[in-house]
């Protein structure tokens, strides 16, 4: 195993024991905001990995990039809106992971910025961190929002569907998450969901664009 692959794998360690944390508190914070403690009751209002951590989700971060945290649950009946109320704790995991994803984006510009400026082997695997941090953390973001339960994109889509949908989906819901779990399993899917991570990426570095101005003119 060479050292870019040991890498890797150790950022994926910090995504799960770090980035995934985040993801899930963030369910638990909108919820209580929006009024129901449950997740509060059940300890998922912390940053505590144990709390959040899924064995199988974990593995297939580790393994494939994309993968899953313990579902916060909550009680859709403490929200003045059920179907907004839902939608929005849902996004909140996925937002998280785009607001960490661009922060890595900036120290990774600034980080590439010092490399090209002085190169040095320390610097370039400090670029390389966080080049696979902000990858991960977007990977994860089109990974959620994906419309299929449990993830986060199936409750968001719920706003918008109707009744007769939402029976269908609950009804066949485990059916669903096998044939999907064995997509991403078998690699089917890594195609394209390599293609929208590489896609959100190019999206992040647009948006940061200012950081290259900065780094020139600091450089």
Known sequence: MDQETILRYGVKLIVIFLVIPIHEFAHAWSADKMGDKTPLYQGRLTLNPLAHVDPLGAVCIFFTGFGWGRPVQVNALNFKHYRKGMALCAAAGPISNLIVGFFGMIIYKLSLGLYLADPSEAMMWITVIFQYFTLI???????????????????????????????????????????????????????????????????????????????????
Do not use: C, E, H
């Open 137 to 219: 953390n977007v990977g994860l973001a089109v990974f959620n929002l994906i419309p299929i339960p449990p993830l986060d994109g199936s409750k968001i889509l719920g706003y918008f569907t109707s009744p007769k949908v939402d029976r269908f989906i609950n009804d066949n819901q485990m059916y669903i998450s096998i044939v999907f779990l064995v997509l991403i399993v078998t690699g089917i899917l890594d195609g394209p969901l390599g293609w929208l991570q590489n896609g959100m990426f190019w999206i992040m570095d647009k948006l940061t664009f200012w950081m290259d101005y900065i780094v020139a003119a600091i450089l």
